[in-house]
T-cell receptor, first 113, second 111 residues
Framework: NAGVTQTPKFRVLKTGQSMTLLCAQD?????MYWYRQDPGMGLRLIHY???????AKGEVPDGYNVSRLKKQNFLLGLESAAPSQTSVYFC????????????FGSGTRLTVV | GEDVEQSLFLSVREGDSSVINCTYT??????LYWYKQEPGAGLQLLTY?????DMKQDQRLTVLLNKKDKHLSLRIADTQTGDSAIYFC???????????FGAGTTVTVRA
């Protein structure tokens, strides 16, 4: 998954703790996305950004916040983690047109206990 | 996503052909994709097809698009153990840029 780096790769949180997931890209793409993947449900869009300084809600935004202060970085925050947020989180990027699909990061596996 | 449906599991014998099917509901979809996810990894774009095409072939992969039935399929010829993975169908509707994914089909290749 060259071009998109996610940190951390694994994390265990206690209920109520907060954390930030970082997505960094070096492909100079405008669009960045955060998805969560759960068994049998595919990937669901949490938030996305169409450019530096912009963010928008996706399909399942509740409990998450995002920021894109720099074009190359897209941060996903959990202010008060809940067990329902146990999932694998993927960052993706695309060019403006998106015609050639997305480039994905390798994912962050988060467990909330 | 609820707009893209796939069967969840497929078991194939090594050397046989695999066919993974997908149906979508948005008739305005302009791009349709197949992604592959190996265990513990992110999603890798396998192939894509534009909505004005019926078929696309790329080495062992053949994509068929039936716009009338809103049906997309991916055929993998001579399936190998390295093809064991989850395969996601995805679409981008007209005037949009956000991908909608199916739930994924887990393909298991047996010897």
């Amino acid at each position: 998954n060259a071009g998109v780096t996610q940190t951390p790769k694994f994390r265990v949180l206690k209920t109520g703790q907060s954390m930030t997931l970082l997505c960094a890209q070096d492909m100079n793409h405008e669009y960045m996305y955060w998805y969560r993947q759960d068994p049998g449900m595919g990937l669901r869009l949490i938030h996305y950004s169409v450019g530096e300084g912009t963010t928008a809600k996706g399909e399942v935004p509740d409990g998450y916040n995002v920021s894109r202060l720099k074009k190359q970085n897209f941060l996903l925050g959990l202010e008060s983690a809940a067990p329902s947020q146990t999932s694998v989180y993927f960052c993706a990027i695309s060019s403006r047109a998106g015609a050639y699909g997305y480039t994905f990061g390798s994912g962050t596996r988060l467990t909330v206990v | 996503g609820e707009d893209v449906e796939q069967s969840l599991f497929l078991s194939v014998r090594e050397g046989d052909s695999s066919v993974i099917n997908c149906t979508y509901t948005d008739s305005s979809s302009t791009y349709l994709y197949w992604y592959k996810q190996e265990p513990g990894a992110g999603l890798q774009l396998l192939t894509y097809i534009f909505s004005n095409m019926d078929m696309k072939q790329d080495q062992r992969l053949t994509v068929l698009l039936n716009k009338k039935d809103k049906h997309l399929s991916l055929r993998i010829a001579d399936t190998q153990t390295g093809d064991s993975a989850i395969y996601f169908c995805a679409e981008i509707p007209l005037n949009d840029y956000k991908l909608s994914f199916g739930a994924g089909t887990t393909v298991t290749v047996r010897a």
